[in-house]
């Protein structure tokens, strides 16, 4: 047993170097740390301190005054400006726009963008180019998109033609008429988003595992059922990814209401809140209003993304 003991034991001087080694590894200076952190982390943050978090602050001290940079002096008015603004029957009219214009933005690209994704995920030439030709519009300036459609819906454009020619005596004013003029503009952005839902959509189809498919098949699962109890609740981190970039997307729209109606035709028939924020803040010089009107803007789609990315979340961790 002594000899058992002794050939088991550690020396001496490994149990005092060990103990070193572990005093000394306790006793590693925090700096060094910290200094590597804040080095290697620093551009970020500066990045996002002085293009995120300062803008927002500085917006929010112009929303408490009535700042209009060619009509001194800056008075401070507290909270009026967000008490006039829901009284303003303009940026209720642009709420209410806004609030259509996401709702079409986000189930329309999501319905479509599952369906197209469904018919695409096969292997082959022909499905990796169209794969391409769907996403070409996303890559797009959305500018470019806008003047394109801008043609294309005109009156006197080739969509009208094309229905003069089918027989129609009136074609629709796709932007001219203020009842339609709003959903001309929201199937646009829909075409725009769609190859974005397409790409997110193949890539969680493509993760669905194989074995899974076939043991539902085996067990009598025709198509559909297979869809619905494999495909689609694999599906679900995918769905976050769109629903949350399309509300975003969505709420915040400008480009393509000030290229294709300049918030028209009409009285604001298609003007969102950000067409509003940057024409009273640049148009008209009213900052101060404007930024109000931003912080509401910004307050709301937070709010809104955090409710959908909580319930949607909640689904994945369900599955």
Known sequence: MAAATEVTAPPESSRRDGGAVTEGRRRRPVWPRIWHFVSFGAPGVLVYVCFVLAPIVISFVYSLTNYNPFNPPITFVGLDNFGLLFQDDEFLTALR???????IVVIV??????GVALLLDKRGGLYNALRSVFFTPVILSS??????????????GPLNQLLRWLGVAKPPGWLSDPDIALYSVASIVCWQMLGFCVVVYLAGLQ?????????AAIDGAGPVRRFRAVTWPLLAPSLTINTVVLLISAFKTYDFVKVITNGGPGTGATATIAF????????????????????????????????????????????
């Open 143 to 156: 500018v470019v998109v806008s003047i394109i459609w801008s043609r294309l819906l005109d009156s006197q």
């Open 276 to 319: 509003n924020v940057l024409q009273t803040g640049f148009d008209a010089n009213h900052v101060g209003y404007a930024s109000a009107m931003a912080i509401v803007m910004l307050i709301i789609v937070a709010v809104v993304t955090a409710i959908v990315l909580r319930l949607l979340q909640r689904r994945e961790v369900d599955l």
């Open 97 to 103: 726009v806004t609030s259509i214009l996401t709702l």
């Open 207 to 215: 993760g669905v595992p194989q074995e899974l498919l076939e043991a």
């Open 109 to 114: 690209p999501n319905v479509l963008g599952l």
